[in-house]
């Protein structure tokens, strides 16, 4: 029983194997399909990578791989705003950078200097129409499939004394305001320690805090005590200002995180259709073995990229008026609502 079962299965096994021989003998014979087989090194836009490419007939081609963005880095530069009209008067800002110098013996700079990283890596699937009988041009559609976080922005490490100096600035502006707006808050608590600032330090930041306010509420002495308050712990902190909410037109005030940083994300979808056009040839007279090409197309990314601060604002789109280069670089990411591809392609035909 044993033996015919085997030979059952070994004759089932030999019958199948025939008919897909047979099969895909088919397809490349009458239909060219799967005929022959490409491997592609590419470079452009969208990073370095490989693709593999095959027939479906005489008229379409299969094609899929991979694409990396190379590593490297962009420097931004911010300006924290001193002097007149900034978010610090000169004065102040010498000021704060003596008593900051012999508390920390760090030196203070007036910007923020920050580094982008690129972070895009795709897989793609495309199918390419050649409907000439040269085969020269084509005509592609298909998608990228990658991560969601393309670029990654984040301050120096020489920025932090400066982001660092200002979390402990606006501690004490805290402390002088207080929770219920008496002043009287406690600067640092440790067990059965504590620190409070000395009054005159208090009156002079409380002053400062007021000062400040005002400058971006204009009827703040009409205001309740409780509504001054709560404007003097929001308007009163020396923060950067990047620029205005686009929800009501109030200032968007931007601080370093816990770790006395910056970061920003930028965003898109992780699924991105393609659509595009190329041209390519033989490099070799009488052989199709060695062959490139050139594409152009766009990648369809849901509208402008998200710019995602640390806090979680979306500065691309929730906050206008943005200064500096910052500024600048959202100002051309709103224009491109696609993502243009160019890239070249040299392949070697595997057989």
């Known amino acids: 029983m044993k033996r015919i079962i085997l030979s059952f299965a070994l004759g089932l096994f030999v019958f199948l194997s025939n008919a897909q021989t ?108 050649l409907p000439f009988a040269n085969k020269h041009w084509h005509f592609s559609a298909g998608f990228y499939v ?46 059965d320690f504590s620190l409070a600032l000395d009054p005159s330090m208090e009156d002079k930041l409380y002053n400062l805090a007021i000062d400040r306010t005002k400058g971006y509420v204009n ?43 910056i970061r920003m994300e930028v965003k898109a979808n992780r699924f991105k259709p393609y659509v595009g056009f190329g041209y390519g040839g033989s490099l070799l007279k009488y052989s199709d073995k060695y062959q490139a090409s050139f594409d152009c197309g766009a990648l369809f990314w849901g509208g402008s990229p998200k710019i995602i601060m640390h806090d979680g604002t979306d500065i691309m789109h929730d906050v206008t008026n943005l200064d500096g280069r910052i500024g600048n670089y959202c100002d051309i990411a709103r224009q491109f609502k696609v993502f243009p591809v160019i890239s070249l392609r040299l392949t070697r035909r595997l057989f």
């Open 22 to 129: 047979s099969f895909f003998d088919t397809l490349q014979d009458d239909y060219n399909m799967f005929s022959h087989l490409d491997v592609s090194l590419t470079g452009g836009s969208d990073g370095l990578g490989m693709d593999l490419a095959t027939p479906l007939g005489d008229y379409l081609q299969f094609r899929t791989g991979f694409a990396i963005m190379p590593f490297f880095e962009k420097s931004l530069t911010y300006s924290v705003g001193v002097g007149e009209g900034g978010m610090i008067s000169q004065e102040r800002y010498d000021q704060f950078n003596d008593v900051f110098q012999q508390v920390t013996g760090c030196q203070l700079v007036d910007h923020v200097d920050m580094v982008a990283r690129p972070k895009f890596a795709n897989y793609k699937l495309m199918l390419d129409v």
């Open 146 to 191: 990658g991560n969601s976080t393309v670029a990654k922005i984040s301050s120096t490490a020489e920025s932090v004394p400066t982001m660092l100096a200002l979390n402990i600035f606006n501690r004490m502006i805290d402390c002088a305001i207080g929770e219920d707006g008496e002043g009287g808050g406690t600067f640092i608590e440790w067990g």
């Open 219 to 261: 009827d703040f002495d009409e205001r309740s005590f409780e509504e001054q308050t709560e404007l003097l712990h929001k308007y009163g902190k020396y923060t950067v200002q990047l620029g205005n909410r686009v929800a009501d037109g109030s200032p968007y005030f931007l601080s370093p995180d816990e770790h006395g940083m």
